[in-house]
Antibody, heavy 115, light 108 residues
Framework: EVQLVESGGGLAQPGGSLRISCSAS????????MAWIRQAPGKGLEWVSV???????IYADSVKGRFSMSRDNARNTVYLQMNSLRVDDTAIYYC?????????WGQGTRVTASS | EIVLTQSPGTLSLSPGERATLSCRAS???????FAWYQQKPGQAPRLVIF???IRATGIPDRFSGSGSGTDYSLTISRLEPEDFAVYYC?????????FGQGTKVEIK
């Protein structure tokens, strides 16, 4: 059974940093692209980043230069390092497996940027 | 960036009725990279349709997707109580990947 479990969310001050994680199981992790998608309170879905099997990552313009996605295939885990957080980064962050669409999602981790 | 506009914003229907949701892209979406997701309150989204018209695992056959170019639709042939939710379209043929703003299907 495919499972994605996010962790590491919480409260950070604007300008601060936070690292969230997503632990995967039930599939060959190293063979799949993984992504982060976020949802601000009461809003729709926004793609944040994707990491390819070779470790290359691309980002939405809204987070480029501030966020960094990485993967550890030995731990079946992806990470999102979020720096220079802004109030509008406040959202639930979902980890998802990418395979013809996002076919599996985690339950999400809440990130709040507020003073 | 390809902007996706969903209509209507809210669809008020009764169980057993047919639902048709639309999604229009600001430019042609590379085929067949188009998907639909269902999201219920407090839950993560769930993939419903990918590749324009292919049902994801476990999705009943009352759900169907169609479209090409800039116009896509999701049809639920007969609404069941568990189908009332918010639906999002998504294109994954061009970077950045983009989602529509969502259509809420609510019980009339």
């Amino acid at each position: 059974e495919v499972q994605l479990v996010e962790s590491g969310g919480g409260l950070a001050q604007p300008g601060g940093s936070l690292r969230i994680s997503c632990s995967a199981s039930g599939f060959i992790f190293s063979s799949h692209k993984m992504a982060w998608i976020r949802q601000a309170p009461g809003k729709g879905l926004e793609w944040v980043s994707v990491i390819f099997t070779d470790g290359t990552a691309i980002y939405a313009d809204s987070v480029k230069g501030r966020f960094s996605m990485s993967r550890d295939n030995a731990r079946n885990t992806v990470y999102l390092q979020m720096n220079s957080l802004r109030v509008d980064d406040t959202a639930i962050y979902y980890c998802a497996r990418e395979y013809s669409g996002f076919d599996f999602w985690g339950q999400g981790t809440r990130v709040t940027a507020s003073s | 960036e390809i902007v996706l506009t969903q209509s209507p914003g809210t669809l008020s229907l009764s169980p057993g009725e047919r639902a048709t949701l639309s999604c229009r892209a600001s430019q042609g979406v590379p085929s067949p990279y188009f998907a639909w997701y269902q999201q219920k309150p407090g839950q993560a989204p769930r993939l419903v349709i990918f590749g324009i018209s292919i049902r994801a695992t476990g999705i009943p056959d009352r759900f169907s997707g169609s479209g090409s170019g800039t116009d896509y639709s999701l049809t639920i042939s007969r609404l069941e109580p568990e189908d009332f939710a918010v639906y999002y379209c998504e294109q994954y043929g061009a970077s950045p990947r983009t989602f529509g703003q969502g259509t809420k299907v609510e019980i009339k």
